[in-house]
């Protein structure tokens, strides 16, 4: 299993540990082949992308690569109507660690207009394995949400 550093705030290495133990045996062992770490972080040191709830770093100066987790960030992403459980939060986790882990698996295209792309299909190949039909009823929700935030009929997070 890759190890999870945490230094976040609030320490969430038990939610991540708990959310993406199942899907690492069931992801193929190449997948992960080249992924040092899960780095747990409150948010991305990126200005150009504090926005986002994760970010894959590729591997430079014969240091492994490895993927950022901004669990804060991707709890305060879950829809506002959908209850706060533990399920939901532990499917927030690893729908984003596979959109990361997709960027890992697809790094070598040098175009982002494809690299994008191809995370997104990676993470919901995945999550279609893991959670069935349920991953549509989640995405329709997630949807149905940004919708809702965009009309101003949504509750702040």
């Known amino acids: 299993m890759i190890k999870i550093e945490d230094k ?11 959310s993406l133990k199942t899907i690492f045996l069931i992801l193929p062992k190449e997948d992960l082949e080249g992924i ?7 948010k991305c040191q990126d200005k150009d992308f504090e926005w986002s709830g994760g970010f894959y770093r590729s591997a430079k100066n014969g240091n492994l690569a490895y993927i950022e987790l901004y669990p804060e960030k991707i709890l305060k992403g879950i829809p506002f109507f959908l209850p706060r459980l ?3 939060k532990r499917y927030s986790i690893v729908r984003m660690f596979l959109h990361e882990l997709g960027h ?7 175009d982002l207009s494809t690299i994008e792309p191809m995370a997104d299909k990676y993470m919901f190949l995945y999550l279609k394995k893991i959670y069935g ?8 929700f997630g949807f149905l949400d940004t919708v809702l935030k965009n009309c101003n ?3 702040p997070n």
């Open 104 to 110: 890992h698996n697809s790094w070598d295209q040098n």
């Open 153 to 155: 009929y949504s509750q």
């Open 86 to 88: 533990h399920f939901f």
């Open 8 to 18: 976040t705030r609030l320490h969430y290495k038990k939610l991540v540990e708990d």
């Open 133 to 140: 039909i349920w991953n549509s009823f989640f995405y329709f």
């Open 36 to 42: 040092d770490k899960v780095l747990l972080l409150d």
